[in-house]
């Protein structure tokens, strides 16, 4: 387990990502995010070590919008903050994705995509999704995207 520093962006266990840096800026934003909102410090675990968590998001994918991701899981990141379950895997492409689950209201359960900056959008996300851009000091350019969550998980 490690804690993101995003004052010090660090490639640490994502070296084998083509967009390492990228990907690194955009897991040091999430932690910022989380710090800042919740005065949480965003913790990640390699993927090979939370299989439960890869399992949770890609069960999710695949019942809400039979998708599969193709790129390998490199860490993830599972925690509860304020009645909100998240989970999070960044993938080798440079891909992450979260799942916002509220526990007390359906109504507010989604999973996003966020592309890191100089990667292609993957083509099981291609047709599916339209990407708004947004400006991040930490990751340049993210495209994101999400959808509504319809099940119970």
Same mark, same amino acid.
Request: aromatic share 12%; charged share 25%.
């Given at each position: 387990?490690? #804690? ?7 490639? $640490? ?5 083509? &967009?390492?840096? @990228?990907?690194?800026?955009?897991? @040091? ?5 989380? *710090?800042? *909102? ?6 990640? !675990?390699?993927?090979? =070590?939370?299989?439960? +968590?890869? =399992? ?13 991701? !193709? ?8 925690? +509860?903050? =304020?009645?909100?379950?998240? @989970? ?10 979260? &799942? ?6 359906? #109504? ?14 993957? $083509?099981?996300?291609?047709? *599916?999704? #339209?990407? $708004? ?5 930490? @990751? ?7 959808? &509504? ?5």
């Amino acid at each position: 387990m490690q #804690k993101v520093d995003f004052v010090t962006v660090s490639t $640490a266990g994502l070296e084998s990502s083509p &967009v390492a840096q @990228a990907l690194a800026g955009l897991r @040091a934003n999430e932690a910022r995010y989380f *710090k800042n *909102k919740y005065d949480h410090d965003f913790v990640v !675990t390699p993927a090979e =070590e939370d299989p439960g +968590t890869v =399992e949770y998001v890609h069960n999710i994918l695949l019942k809400e919008r039979k998708l599969t991701i !193709t790129s390998k899981p490199l860490e993830t990141s599972f925690f +509860t903050v =304020e009645g909100i379950r998240w @989970a999070y895997i960044f993938y080798e492409s440079g891909l992450s994705i979260n &799942v916002l689950y509220t526990l007390d209201d359906p #109504k507010k359960r989604a999973v996003g995509f966020k592309l890191s900056e100089g990667m292609e959008v993957p $083509a099981e996300l291609e047709t *599916k999704f #339209k990407f $708004a851009r947004q400006k991040s000091k930490l @990751a340049g350019v993210i495209r994101g995207s999400f959808f &509504v969550i319809k099940g119970e998980y």
